[in-house]
């Protein structure tokens, strides 16, 4: 059973951010970043409560702007979903949840070192550039049951 619902076109739009947000980071980046946006889709908290499903993800817009820098900036994200990235997707989708980005709703690359939290939530780990960020205890339940 995945642990969100899914169709072929949120496989493609998930693999096409994580490519734009974490290729750099080779797959094991791109998987922790496939983290915070099945995430942020099973939260029912804080900045994510209006969010369902991966295309409210993706394109959801907080303070005028969109959560994800990539589709603002219309790097790799505007690129086709290659095979290796859909692959990643689906992993995500289905079952794949790692520390640091295990229950992460947020993740950032400071250009130094990470900031023990960020928005008054706690710092759970690093993976090469970017920093993650779970919610701070008892603020978000359900990203830790999803």
Not at 31 to 42: D, K, P, T
Not at 62 to 74: C, D, I, M
Request: charged share 25%.
């Amino acid at each position: 059973m995945p642990r969100i619902n899914y169709k072929d076109s949120d496989v493609a739009l998930m693999a096409r951010m994580m490519r734009a947000e974490a290729e750099g980071e080779g797959k094991q980046g791109m998987l922790y970043v496939g983290n915070v946006i099945v995430n942020r889709a099973i939260a029912d908290c804080l900045d994510f409560k209006d969010v369902r499903n991966i295309r409210d993800v993706i394109f959801q817009v907080q303070g005028g702007n969109y959560s994800f820098e990539a589709v603002q900036k219309g790097n790799l994200f505007y690129n086709r979903a290659r095979s290796t990235e859909k692959r990643l997707a689906k992993k995500n989708l289905d079952y794949w949840r790692q520390h640091p980005g295990k229950y992460a709703l947020w993740y950032f690359n400071p250009y130094a070192p990470c900031p023990p939290t960020w928005y008054d939530q706690p710092f759970s780990g690093q993976f090469k550039n970017h920093c993650y960020y779970e919610p701070a205890a008892g603020s978000c339940d359900s990203v830790y049951s999803g």
